[in-house]
């Protein structure tokens, strides 16, 4: 029987043979053990606690047992159907964003060379597959930075609870959830930059444009299988509550603020459903208003990546000088925990970086114990990070890694605004808009709050 009780994957029990990939990263790499071997002989299985189901027991939707599981035993669970069909609905304007790890990983899924970065081709692409627009997480990405680095520093100055821990890997967030609830006020209450996309997106952009946001379906392309669980998250609705009052809407009328997270490797599938020949489309530009973005916004893509945009912005915020050389390189790289002190001019802050959920559960641990030197730390749930998604193509491996992150860096250096808060379209998206960093209407929309699971 298909175990079918996950947002994010789906286990089909008839495919597996039992090889143990799965169970191994699952418990080595990332230490949550929500597989393992079941049963003696003939009866040796695969399978979770009590048999329950993976929707039903601590998994932190990761996606890295798809990624390794070699029978397509454990795969993501797929929303390319109801993708085609709200774009086929003519009275539906359909929105794509795209995370900053796709342009690095598309191009592989589609012949091409790892670590191909191939945005203005998957721009084109998407166009050709009927999306009526397409933006750029990156820039929810800056938008994200903007909104952290002034939380961070909020804290610093009235005493708030640090360390401050990212908040933009839902399967971390699942992992602390689950695991050290206790600890759930160090999270950064910001949102991930697919959910304040689709926020915005029905409010400023709908607003904007004069579209009914009921009209309005957000798709997300993502490295990422824990992405479809964090869209369907019951609190992921600023929007529907934004408008409830305004338009009069009914509960039954409710949307999410994103409505299906789509993997790298589902896109490929889209493309090649539809016959796009990918290496021979042209390269083209995302829309506007929400597809300007920074360098900052591209790393996010990278192990580090996060923390390095914030420092960018926070030290301009922080000591009012300009920040000549943006390049964090002590946050950069593939060690499982990476630690650094950031000056902002004479006052020297401690920061900490870690991928996979293994080496998160050490921070912890100190943070837990009293022991941590922190102010602000970076964690994402994939090796590698983003870049590494549990949606992206396979093989995922160490040698796939490194070309997407060396692409990545490449992209940050070539962007002529390397800093969150330079970007023009989020100075508009303020005036316009959400009036000021961490104000009443972020609050409402970009702001969320995490809570202990039971099962």
């Not at 699952?26 to 009866?43: E, P, T």
């Not at 923390?307 to 593939?334: P, W």
């Amino acid at each position: 029987v298909k175990d079918e009780t996950s947002l994010s994957l789906v286990r089909d029990p008839e495919k597996c043979i039992l090889c143990g990939r799965c169970v191994a990263v699952c418990s080595q790499m990332q230490g949550v053990k929500a597989i393992d071997f079941s049963g003696r002989g003939l009866k040796s299985k695969i399978s979770t606690f009590l048999d329950s189901g993976l929707g039903l027991v601590a998994c932190s939707n990761c996606g890295q047992c798809a990624l390794v599981c070699p029978t397509g035993a454990i795969t993501e669970r797929s929303s390319v159907s109801e993708v085609w069909a709200a774009l086929q609905d003519p009275g539906k304007i359909v929105l794509v964003q795209t995370a900053p790890a796709v342009r690095v990983g598309i191009g592989e899924a589609m012949g091409m060379p790892y670590g191909s970065l191939v945005t203005g081709q998957m721009v084109a692409g998407l166009r050709r597959l009927g999306f009526s627009k397409v933006f750029d997480t990156n820039f929810a990405a800056d938008l994200t930075i903007i909104e952290e680095g002034n939380e961070l520093l909020h804290r610093i100055r009235t005493g708030g609870e640090l360390p401050m821990i990212t908040s933009c890997s839902p399967g971390w967030i699942k992992f602390i959830e689950d695991f050290y609830p206790g600890l759930l006020r160090h999270l950064s209450t910001c949102k991930s930059p697919q959910q304040m996309f689709g926020a915005v997106a029905k409010t400023y952009y709908a607003e904007k444009t004069g579209v009914d946001p009921r009209s309005i379906v957000v798709v997300s392309i993502m490295p990422c299988t824990a992405k479809k669980y964090e869209a369907k998250r019951p609190e992921m609705d600023g929007a529907f509550h934004y408008w409830k009052e305004k338009l009069k809407l009914k509960d039954e009328e409710h949307f999410f603020d994103v409505d299906f997270s789509l993997t790298t490797r589902e896109l490929a599938r889209m493309f090649s459903e539809s016959g796009v020949n990918f290496s021979s489309l042209p390269e083209e530009r995302f829309d506007s208003p929400l597809g300007e973005s920074t360098g900052a916004a591209v790393i996010f893509g990278a192990t580090g990546g996060v923390m390095e945009a914030a420092l960018r912005t926070a030290y301009e915020v922080y000591t009012g000088k300009t920040l000549h050389d943006v390049n964090f390189t002590s946050v950069r790289g593939f060690q499982g925990i990476k630690e650094a002190d950031v000056n902002l001019n004479g006052t020297v802050i401690k920061v900490a970086v870690a991928h996979t959920l293994k080496n998160a559960g050490i921070l912890l641990e100190q943070i837990k114990n009293g022991t941590s030197p922190y102010v602000f730390i970076e964690v994402m749930t994939c090796p590698g990070g983003c870049l590494g998604g549990g949606g992206q193509p396979i093989p995922t491996n160490a040698e796939t890694r490194e070309k997407r992150a060396e692409s990545i860096y490449y992209d940050d250096d070539h962007k002529a605004i390397r800093k969150s808060h330079e970007n023009p379209e989020i100075t508009a998206i303020y005036a316009d808009f959400l009036e000021k960093p961490l104000g009443e209407k972020s609050h409402h929309l970009l702001h969320t709050h995490y809570m202990k699971r039971e099962y």
